[in-house]
Nanobody, 117 residues
Framework: QVQLVESGGGLVQAGGSLRLSCAAS????????MAWYRQAPGNQRELVAR???????YYSDSVKGRFTISRDNTRNTVYLQMNALKPEDTAVYYC???????????WGQGTQVTVSS
């Protein structure tokens, strides 16, 4: 199993910035993918950004140019730097780990991001 612990959410005004962190521990295999999803009330969970050792980096159109995903493999941690935040970015943000080699996939517990107008 892989455990994911997120941090860094909070309340911020529109135009502000937040940095989310997700620390992974347990049976971590490479290659793997770490990603950030979000889910707003009444909406489905959606992929925000993904960083894969084999597939590269992906951003959804709604965050491209504002959010940056990065990872520190020495600390098994993935980050999401969120700039120019908008009220529509308000959601619970979830970290995701996927390892096709081991078949282990995990979700974090989620961290709330609220952007006020």
């Amino acid at each position: 199993q892989v455990q994911l612990v997120e941090s860094g959410g909070g309340l911020v005004q529109a135009g502000g910035s937040l940095r989310l962190s997700c620390a992974a521990s347990g049976n971590i295999f490479s290659p793997n993918t770490m990603a950030w999803y979000r889910q707003a009330p009444g909406n489905q969970r959606e992929l925000v950004a993904r960083m894969s050792t084999t597939l590269g980096t992906y951003y959804s159109d709604s965050v491209k140019g504002r959010f940056t995903i990065s990872r520190d493999n020495t600390r098994n941690t993935v980050y999401l730097q969120m700039n120019a935040l908008k009220p529509e970015d308000t959601a619970v943000y979830y970290c995701r780990y996927e390892s096709p080699f081991s078949g282990i996939n995990s979700w974090g517990q989620g961290t709330q991001v609220t952007v006020s107008s």
